[in-house]
């Protein structure tokens, strides 16, 4: 029979555009956040993170902002690239010091 | 640091054989996780160790499932009896206190 399962939100960019991806999340106690790309077979591999007390951490091409009050990730990527092409998920730490919430992820495909 | 390492990467195994997952967290690493990612459910926490103690283990479907991690270099997960509906990719991570997770690559059963 027809399988049902997550449909996760794709976001297509041409190369060389920038890219944001959106995360709402759901605990406001939550106070550190860590954004994860997952490319197809293999483990989801940390880009980068931010806590609560920021509202903005930059790395190599990307950009976590964080806005407490609507309770709202983005992870901006700069002139994306197709190696970027995978599934990126945002990741929340509730209550117990090191445990992780997951978001269903967005997949993020790059045109050439 | 070869990073978290799980074994086997494949699993096909028959419906009601015992399946054991493996899984060698980073040195010095004092959590270790395990998650479940289904396209039904995505990434699922089912257990997590602190130091070798299992501190909440409120993910773990059934009974079915068990975890242990005898030291600090080695945990397993097993299914007994295994049933079709366990097939999933499972995934091992570890952090340090305060940090990101570090994903193994998995390993994706398939119970027939």
């Known amino acids: 029979g027809e399988s049902v399962g997550l449909h996760l939100p794709t976001l297509s960019v041409q190369e060389g555009d920038n890219s944001i991806i959106n995360c709402a999340y759901s605990?406001?106690?939550?106070?550190?956040f860590i954004w994860y790309k997952q490319e197809s077979g293999k483990g989801p591999q940390f880009i980068i993170d931010?806590?609560?007390?920021?509202d903005k951490r930059q790395g190599q091409r990307v950009t976590v902002l964080l806005n407490k009050t609507v309770k709202h990730l983005s992870l901006q990527i700069a002139a994306t690239q197709p190696g970027d092409s995978a599934v990126y998920f945002c990741?929340?730490?509730?209550?117990?010091?090191?445990?992780?919430?997951f978001g269903s992820g967005t997949k993020l495909n790059v045109k050439p | 640091d070869a990073g978290v390492i799980q074994s086997p990467r494949h699993e096909v195994t028959e419906m009601g054989q015992e399946v054991t997952l493996r899984c060698k967290p980073i040195s010095g690493h004092d959590y270790l996780f395990w998650y479940r990612q289904t396209m039904m459910r995505g990434l699922e926490l089912l257990i997590y160790?602190?130091?070798?103690?299992?501190?909440?283990d409120s993910g773990m479907p059934e009974d079915r499932f068990s975890a242990k991690m005898p030291n600090a270099s080695f945990s397993t997960l097993k299914i007994q009896p295994s049933e079709p509906r366990d097939s999933a990719v499972y995934f091992c991570a570890s952090s340090p206190l305060g940090g990101g997770y570090t994903f193994g690559s998995g390993t994706r059963l398939t119970v027939v």
């Open positions: 990741a929340e730490n509730q209550y117990n010091f090191n445990k992780f919430y």
């Open positions: 931010i806590r609560s007390n920021m």
């Open positions: 160790f602190n130091n070798n103690v299992p501190i909440d």
């Open positions: 605990n406001s106690a939550s106070d550190y």
